[in-house]
C-alpha cells in the first residue's frame, strides 16, 4: 500500500510581534575574523530565510569549520515571517507573489514612514548616537534632528535592530552578508534603463562621507559609495570633450570598496548558474564595451533612513571598521517548503528527513518544491564558498 504524503501543519500566527530573534555562531580556524550572515530584515521575504538555513544545516554537519567564525540569523523578526509562512502555505509556489508584499515590510509613522532596514544610524555615528537619552532610542536624520511622526512624536528604533546593531558594534564582523528575495513587483517595475530585475548579488562597498556633505546628502549616499558616472547601473554620463565615460562594474571610489566590488563578482559567479544572478550582467565581462554590475541599479527614489549598507560600510567613532556588505537577493520570494519555521523537513538532495523503513516509497511534504530548494542551495553554497573565505 502506497503511504499518503505527510502534510506539515500551517504555522501558528504569533502572538507578539517584536519577539527577539536567534544567532547561531560557528567558530572559525582564524579567532579573530568573523562574517555576519542575517536574513529577514524585510520582515518576511522568505527565500532569504530559507537560504540562511541551508547555510546553517550546511555548516553544522561541515568536518571542519571555515576560516572565519560565523555569526547566523536566520530572521531578524520571526515571528513576522511566520505570519507570512502561514498565508503562503494556503498559496504556494509563484502564486505567493500575489499576496508576499501585504507581508513585505512593517512600517512605522505615516508621512515620515521608517521601514525596519531602514532604521540604523546615520553613517559615521554609533549606536549611542541615536539612543541619546532615550532608553529605547529615536531615529535622526542625517543634520542631527530627531524623525517625528505627524503627531511630533520621536520616532523609536525597532529592538531588533537595536539588537543586531549592538551585534556589529561588539564583534566588528569582517563581511556581512544579507539575504534578501525579489517580490513579483520587483520584478513588473523594471525600468527601461536597467532593463532586468532585481535577483543578483550586490555590494555596498566601504567608503566615507565627509563631515560637512552629510547635512546636504540626505538619504542619496550612493555617490559617496562609488562613481555613478561609472557604473553600469547608473546613465551613461560624457566627460568634458563630449566623450561617453567608460562603465566598469568596480566604480567604488576607494581601493578597498573596488576590492569589495571584486570580492562581489566572484561572489555572483560562485552562484554557477546566471540565470539566477541576471541582474549581475555575467555575460557582459568578456565582451568588449560592455561590464558586469555589482551594486544596484539607480533608484528614482530613496526612502527615507539609513539602511544596512548604508550605515555598516562607514567606519565608527568607537574605531568600528566600515565593513563591506553583500546583498544576496534570490530571485521571487517564495520558499521550497523543505524548511518550517526552521525545522528542516528534506535533506539538501530531496530526501525525506524523517526515518522510515527502507522499503517505503519516500515520503515528502505536499508542498514541497524540489527546483526551488536546488535554487536557494545554489545561494547558500556562493555564501559559504566565496563569502565565508
Known sequence: MTPKPRQIPRPPRPAKPNAGFAAHFFPGTDPYDTVLIVAGLHTSEQSGVEVAHWIRVALADRPKPTRPGVILIPEVFPNFGKQA???????SGTDWGKFSDDFREYPFGKTGVRYPNRQFPPPGQSLAGLLNNHTSGTLEKLDGNEVVDDDGTPMTLLPQIKQLIRLIECHR???IVSLHGIHRSDNDAKTPEAGHPKAGIF????????????????????GF????SRDPGYPPVKDKDGNPIAKQFNSAWTPQGRDDDAFALEFAKAVGDPSLVPANHLENENIKGKTPSVHYKKSTDN??????????????????????????????????WAFLDGVQYMTGRGKDMVRQPYTAKQIRPLRYIEARATSLRAYANAVIDIGLG
Open 225 to 228: 559609495k562609488f562613481d555613478t
Open 85 to 91: 509562512r502561514a498565508v503562503e502555505w494556503a498559496h
Open 303 to 336: 526612502p527615507p533612513g539609513f539602511s544596512l549598507g548604508d550605515w555598516a560600510p562607514v567606519d565608527g567613532p568607537d574605531g568600528r571598521p566600515g565593513v563591506p556588505v553583500f546583498t544576496v537577493e534570490p530571485d521571487m520570494d517564495f520558499e521550497s
Open 173 to 175: 564582523p569582517i563581511r
Open 203 to 222: 555590494v555596498d562597498p566601504r567608503y566615507s562621507i565627509p563631515k560637512e556633505k552629510r547635512k546636504t546628502a540626505n538619504y542619496d549616499l550612493e
